[in-house]
């Protein structure tokens, strides 16, 4: 069964710019969780969808915004980017929320 | 507000053992996991704990103690491939489905 699949693994952007990151879960889970992990903050919870609702969100602001589609896809998108948004940004999905979360490889984000 | 708090940094030998202590403090509680996670690569599963006790899986073990809100993660028989950042996270319950991690112990194994 493949994994977890990311696109784009690695990205430049610019202040200012928006950016949107696709994540692709193991076939048949359908709940989706991102993160963003940075050296100084660790593992931090961004959001969490399942059955295309988003059901927790974490303590970002609402820049950062993440959908889910009827085939368990699902995005993120980051509007008016910052520098201190440069992270890696992983998704990860699970049969469903309460279930182990299993990683994509991250789409490594570099704003300049 | 949820609290998650493990060593730093470690460092250990080849062919030894080593345990990683996780204490954690959240509102409600809902199953605590262990991820490994090497330098530039995503975190991958090792072990899940839901009840009192020991998890064994080959080499690594877990432990849980829900009443002191404590979780280790023993290493046997150290490998150098078992250099790694080790994370602790811990699934809160009511409802909320939002997987909170520690800032992870960095193993470091020397020959």
């Known amino acids: 069964k493949a994994g977890v699949t990311q696109t784009p693994r690695y990205l430049i952007k610019t202040r200012g710019q928006q950016v949107t990151l696709s994540c692709s879960p193991i076939?048949?889970?359908?709940?989706v969780s991102w993160y963003q992990q940075t050296p100084g903050q660790g593992l931090q919870f961004l959001f969490e969808?399942?059955?295309?609702?988003?059901?927790n969100k974490g303590n970002f602001p609402g820049r950062f915004s993440g959908r889910q589609f009827s085939n368990s896809r699902s995005e993120m998108n980051v509007s008016t980017l910052e520098l201190g948004d440069s992270a890696l940004y992983l998704c990860?999905?699970?049969?469903?929320?309460?279930?182990?979360?299993?990683f994509g490889p991250g789409t490594r984000l570099l704003v300049l | 507000g949820q609290n998650i708090d493990q060593p730093t940094e470690m460092t250990a030998t080849e062919g030894a053992i080593v345990q990683i202590n996780c204490t954690y403090q959240?509102?409600?509680?809902?199953?605590l996991f262990w991820y490994q996670q090497h330098a530039g690569e995503a975190p991958t599963f090792l072990s899940y704990?839901?009840?009192?006790g020991l998890e064994e899986k080959g080499r690594f073990s877990s432990f849980l103690s829900r009443s002191k809100g404590y979780s280790y993660l023993l290493l046997k028989e150290l490998q150098m491939k078992d250099s790694a950042s080790y994370l602790c996270?811990?699934?809160?319950?009511?409802?909320?489905?939002?997987?909170?991690f520690g800032k992870g112990t960095k193993l470091s194994v020397i020959p």
């Open positions: 990860a999905s699970s049969t469903t929320p309460q279930e182990t979360q299993y």
């Open positions: 076939s048949g889970h359908r709940s």
């Open positions: 969808y399942f059955s295309e609702t988003q059901r």
């Open positions: 959240t509102s409600g509680f809902n199953g």
């Open positions: 704990n839901v009840l009192d």
């Open positions: 996270a811990v699934l809160p319950g009511a409802g909320s489905y939002q997987l909170t």
